[in-house]
């Protein structure tokens, strides 16, 4: 008897340490969740003050552009911006230059390395002039403008959104131009790039949207604006 007892009493202690665990993980897991679910809300506060202005622009009659491909000094925030408005939208999105290091199986300074800047934008061109998608946001590296096959191909499948930025503002968001595989002839400095890369930006765009004293709600907002007049006009 004296031997049952003492097994009970062990089975009885196992099974509230068993149980104990078992509360304690739980309770942890409970207080996960919501530390996730109050991150989440907290971060999509903004995102879901943009979709409720933005899901009306593309529900408008007229709205019906295809592609979004969106052209800009590296800074400029293209991807920043295409991600949120391909949201916004409910189109798909891509970085042309994630596409360009795929293929490659090369970073872009690392192509740029090896190749020079005239085989890098060989290569810019053909990934970018070979892009086949529909209901899209292609956000594209900043020197995609020095390949006119490319930008034919791009604004023959829908609609280039310039994304202007001051040389100022510029120089405040970049660091190191050569590490973020920046295309720079030798000796060039931002400012030239920057006079050099202006007007072609413009010769392609359909659309000019001023990014100077905006943050990133701002911006989206005058892009949807601008897309917008644009369907409606059409």
Request: net charge neutral; with cysteine; proline share 1%.
């Amino acid at each position: 008897r004296d031997v049952r007892e003492v097994e009970n009493v062990r089975k009885a202690r196992d099974v509230r340490e068993v149980e104990g665990v078992r509360k304690a993980r739980d309770v942890r897991e409970i207080k996960d969740v919501g530390k996730g679910r109050e991150r989440e809300t907290v971060g999509s506060a903004e995102l879901k003050r943009l979709l409720r202005f933005g899901s009306c622009y593309a529900k408008m009659k007229g709205y019906s552009m295809n592609n979004i491909t969106l052209i800009g000094m590296p800074g400029a925030g293209k991807s920043s911006i295409g991600v949120v408005l391909a949201k916004v939208l409910g189109y798909q999105f891509i970085d042309s230059d994630l596409l360009i290091q795929k293929a490659e199986k090369r970073t872009l300074s690392e192509i740029i390395a090896d190749e020079g800047t005239e085989g890098f934008k060989a290569i810019e061109n053909r990934v970018n002039a070979s892009i086949q998608v529909e209901n899209t946001v292609i956000a594209t590296g900043g020197s995609v403008v020095y390949c006119d096959e490319a930008m034919q191909h791009l604004k023959s499948e829908g609609v280039v959104v310039y994304l202007k930025i001051s040389l100022e503002l510029l120089s405040r968001r970049l660091g190191n131009l050569k590490g973020r595989g920046v295309v720079l002839k030798e000796g060039q400095t931002l400012a030239s790039l920057y006079d050099e890369r202006v007007p072609l930006y413009e010769k392609y765009a359909d659309i000019v949207v001023d990014e100077e004293d905006k943050d990133l709600e701002g911006s989206l907002q005058v892009v949807l604006e601008a897309l917008k007049n644009r369907g409606d006009k059409a």
